[in-house]
Structure formats: C-alpha cells, structure tokens
C-alpha cells in the first residue's frame, strides 16, 4: 500500500486530524480530490506514481487553510524534518529536535 514510510505518516496524519475534528473526512476528500485534479490540469501522468505527494499536498493545504498551522510554521517543521532525516543514521528512527 506504501511505498515509503512518509507515505503512511501522512495517511495517519490525516486519519488522526480528523479524527480529532480538524476537518471532516468529505472535506478531506474534497481537499484530495481537488488536489488530484489539479494535478490533471497541470498535465501530470495519472499513474499513480505521485499519488502520495498530492495526498501530502491536500493535507498540507487543508492544515494551513484551518490554521492548523500557518504557512510559516508549516516550512518550518518541513526543514526540521529535512535536518532530521539527514542526520539520522541509517536504520535509526528519525526523530526531532526540541
């Protein structure tokens, strides 16, 4: 079903929000959908290739747009897990800093 850990992580993330009544389950198939066919737009192959990178953008757009966190915040926990991940040795669970 993944084909890397990121992938999961931004499925539970987005399984977890909403169940904590972030945003309803129809407004993140409607944030997906329209993600996915902006992407149709754009002229993206539509094989299921980049699946996960729209389901990552509609969730990142969705927290932002519910002020989740704000735009800012969201580039800054994007670095940090840039930082982390490049930091961390192989085989180790990537983890943040304080």
């Given at each position: 079903m993944f084909a890397a850990p990121w992938q999961a992580q931004a499925f539970a993330i987005a399984v977890?929000?909403?169940?904590q009544g972030h945003f309803s389950w129809s407004q993140w198939a409607d944030a997906l959908g329209a993600?996915?066919?902006?992407?149709?737009d754009r002229g993206e192959p539509d094989?299921?290739?980049r699946y996960y990178d729209h389901?990552?953008?509609?969730?990142?757009r969705?927290?932002?747009?519910?002020a989740l966190?704000?735009?800012g915040e969201l580039r800054e926990r994007r670095d940090a897990w840039v930082y982390a991940y490049r930091h961390?040795?192989?085989?180790?669970p990537v983890t943040l800093r304080e």
């Open positions: 977890r929000l909403s169940e993600e996915l066919q902006s992407a149709v094989d299921g290739s389901w990552l953008a509609a969730l990142e969705l927290v932002t747009s519910k966190l704000s735009p961390t040795p192989h085989g180790m």
